[in-house]
């Protein structure tokens, strides 16, 4: 029976997992501060229309302070009198452009999540059909599972960068420009680590789970044409 992984592959598979776009870039204190963004089109086998979070940012005050104090402990920032009176100057500013981000963030990351949801389920369908052209997928099934801890990681790295910019837009940044200045800090980093965590995804699939299937249909291949063989 003629092997087509493309069949099995399911059509667009591949085409989704190199088409997940960049991530929005994240604001920071210029004039007033400034954004931007960039995506790619997204491939078109997978519905990928805007879905709500699952989890929205906490917006209690009580444990916002907790979070901030949390933060304060650890980075320890001092600012001197001249950079506190030049923060008080601009972080409203600042804040509409905060706003602006999260609500980039709260529209293009669903798309993204179901993106990645999509792709492991694919994935797990496409295991079925090996495993009934007797095909090996311990390495595939493995991957598999790395694949869902690393989209987990995304997730929960999401949440807490949305998180982040919820805080750094609610902070009374006039009175207090060092829990802004605190908050602006972390907020970056969260959003270094949704960089990190997309690339990393990125490579996972490209350079093992791409290679992994590469290699089944190999496999198949060869046992297909030395079945062929056999029968003539």
Same mark, same amino acid.
């Given at each position: 029976m003629k092997v087509n992984l493309r069949n099995l592959i399911g059509a667009g598979l591949i085409v989704l997992l190199m088409a997940i776009a960049p991530v929005a870039a994240h604001a920071t204190e210029g004039s007033s501060g400034s954004s931007s963004g960039s995506s790619s089109n997204e491939s078109t086998e997978t519905e990928t229309e805007t879905t709500e979070p699952s989890t929205e940012p906490s917006t209690d005050s009580a444990a916002m302070k907790v979070r901030l104090d949390k933060l304060k402990d &650890? %980075?320890?920032?001092?600012?001197?009198?001249? =950079? *506190? =009176?030049?923060? @008080?100057?601009?972080? +409203?500013?600042? *804040?509409? #452009?905060?706003?602006?981000?999260?609500?980039?963030v @709260?529209?293009? !990351?669903? #798309?993204? =999540? $179901?993106?990645?949801?999509?792709?492991? &389920?694919? %994935?797990?369908? %496409? #295991?079925? $059909? %090996? $495993?009934? +052209?007797?095909?090996?997928? &311990?390495?595939? =099934?493995?991957?598999?599972?790395?694949?869902?801890? +690393?989209?987990? *990681? !995304?997730n929960t790295d999401v949440a807490a960068y949305r998180q982040s910019l919820t805080d750094l837009k609610t902070i009374d940044c006039t009175t207090d420009p060092t829990t802004f200045k605190t908050a602006l800090v972390a907020s970056r980093t969260a959003h270094d680590k949704v960089l990190a965590d997309a690339a990393d995804i990125k490579t996972y699939v490209k350079g093992t789970i791409k290679v992994t299937l590469e290699g089944i249909r190999s496999s198949l291949e060869t046992a297909e044409k030395a079945s062929n063989s056999t029968t003539n």
């Open positions: &650890t %980075l320890k920032l001092k600012l001197a009198a001249s =950079e *506190q =009176e030049h923060l @008080k100057g601009r972080c +409203k500013a600042a *804040q509409t #452009v905060v706003g602006t981000v999260g609500d980039s @709260k529209s293009k !990351f669903p #798309v993204r =999540e $179901k993106a990645y949801i999509q792709i492991v &389920t694919n %994935l797990n369908k %496409l #295991v079925v $059909k %090996l $495993k009934a +052209k007797n095909a090996d997928t &311990t390495a595939l =099934e493995a991957q598999i599972a790395v694949l869902q801890t +690393k989209i987990d *990681q !995304f």
